[in-house]
């Protein structure tokens, strides 16, 4: 049989992930056609909010910097003063004792999970993706040779522990989740963590372990809330993995890390697993140059008030014209269900309208829409005759 160019899992993969891909290109065209002032692009998360001024005086800071060595491969974990200033950091912010040797650096979230999947799953393992969940799981997960088994939560995107209980088998090596979620919004709340974390301390043994990997970037982008309530604290077998592309709006830098909270069985182990992948799975860790800044900006936070402000914006107006949707309490995107079941026709409704959005059928939940609220503000007051009217259209039908 003729072989293709590509690996033939590639290939499928590339089908699959097309819709981003055709996505994209729409909105180029339909930019040539109306001008960039009548397409309203909702499809990207990509922060626009500007960096902090600790990270710009941070990065001057390093610019000036001239001893030797300053951009020569550092140590594959990264440098410690990184990790030093990402642990210290960690420990406010999850309330633990993070200690810096238990800190990698990656390049990015992504990075950090490829990393973290890889060190922990043999193959014909299973990883258990909460829906709707960020489409590069499912990749993240095969690369590891594992396969994905997809539980949807519940309405209000909540983790449901019944349906996560029916699908964990003797082959479940982990859980990942990622509250605030992409692409829905909600921040599980702390009810939903503790239930998730006594449900697989019942089936967590020394013999057979199973990790709740907690992909967090998003974690300090919160609306209404002081704090995001997370299962570290109750689940042993936890593994945090982030990254500041989303808080401080530095996404193209891959500022990543992951974080293994002290109470972990095995700690030393897999942290020499990670290291290791760290620098075998081709991304070494985050650049040397960005080591450097994080070090002296570990704490700093883009303005999440700007985001809060288009959160309020778009959700009000999409619940006024009769959208049917949860109010986003982290991240930056919306997910209201499409006011027809059929998500992706809805999809092209709205295109046609100038509006860019990605059905929820990309994130394994058909029957909604992600909007990306991380855009200026007036590309969302322009938007919101198109929504209304898109509505009103199936509305009349
Ligand atoms: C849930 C989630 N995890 C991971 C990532 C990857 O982030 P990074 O830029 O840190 O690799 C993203 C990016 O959008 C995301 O939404």
Not at 238 to 244: K, L, R
Not at 297 to 308: G, I, K, P, T
Request: with cysteine; proline share 8%; hydrophobic share 40%.
């Amino acid at each position: 049989m003729a072989r293709s160019a590509v690996a033939a899992k590639v290939a499928a993969d590339m089908k699959s992930a097309s819709f981003i891909r055709e996505m994209f290109e729409r909105g180029r065209r339909m930019k040539a056609q109306r001008g960039d002032d009548h397409v309203f692009d909702f499809s990207l998360g990509n922060p626009n909010g500007v960096p902090p001024e600790q990270f710009f005086a941070a990065v001057r800071a390093v610019a000036a910097e001239r001893q030797p060595g300053l951009h020569r491969y550092m140590p594959n974990a990264g440098f410690d003063e990184c990790r030093a200033a990402v642990a210290s950091f960690l420990s406010r912010e999850y309330r633990l004792p993070i200690d810096a040797k238990s800190v990698v650096m990656t390049s990015g979230a992504a990075g950090g999970c490829n990393a973290v999947l890889r060190a922990v799953c043999d193959p014909g393992d299973e990883v258990i993706l909460l829906a709707p969940y960020f489409p590069e799981y499912r990749f993240y997960t095969e690369q590891a040779n594992a396969r994905p088994v997809v539980v949807q939560t519940n309405d209000a995107f909540q983790p449901d522990l019944e349906a996560i209980a029916a699908a964990i088998t003797p082959r479940t090596r982990a859980v990942l989740i990622n509250t605030p979620n992409n692409p829905s919004g909600a921040v599980f709340d702390a009810a939903a963590c503790r239930g998730l974390a006594e449900l697989l301390s019942r089936h967590d043994r020394p013999d057979q372990p199973v990790y709740l990997v907690c992909d967090d970037p998003y974690r300090r982008i919160i609306y209404d809330l002081d704090w995001c309530p997370t299962p570290v604290h109750h689940y042993p077998r936890s593994i945090i993995v982030s990254s500041y592309s989303k808080d401080l709006s530095i996404a193209g830098e891959r500022a990543g890390y992951i974080a293994l909270p002290p109470a972990l069985p095995e700690r030393d182990v897999v942290l020499g697993a990670l290291t290791m992948l760290n620098r075998t799975l081709g991304f070494v860790n985050m650049s040397a140059f960005m080591q450097r800044v994080i070090a002296r900006c570990a704490d700093a936070l883009c303005d999440v008030e700007f985001y809060r402000g288009n959160r309020d914006l778009l959700c009000k107006a999409l619940l006024e014209y009769g959208y049917e949707l949860i109010v986003p309490r982290g991240a930056l995107y919306a997910f209201p269900r499409t006011p027809i079941p059929d998500d992706v026709d809805f999809i092209d409704r709205l295109a046609n309208h100038g509006i860019l959005a990605v059905p929820g059928l990309g994130f394994g939940r058909p029957g909604y829409m992600r909007l990306s609220f991380c855009v200026d503000r007036g590309t969302i007051e322009r938007s919101l005759p198109a929504f209304r009217a898109a509505i009103g259209e199936v509305r009349s039908r």
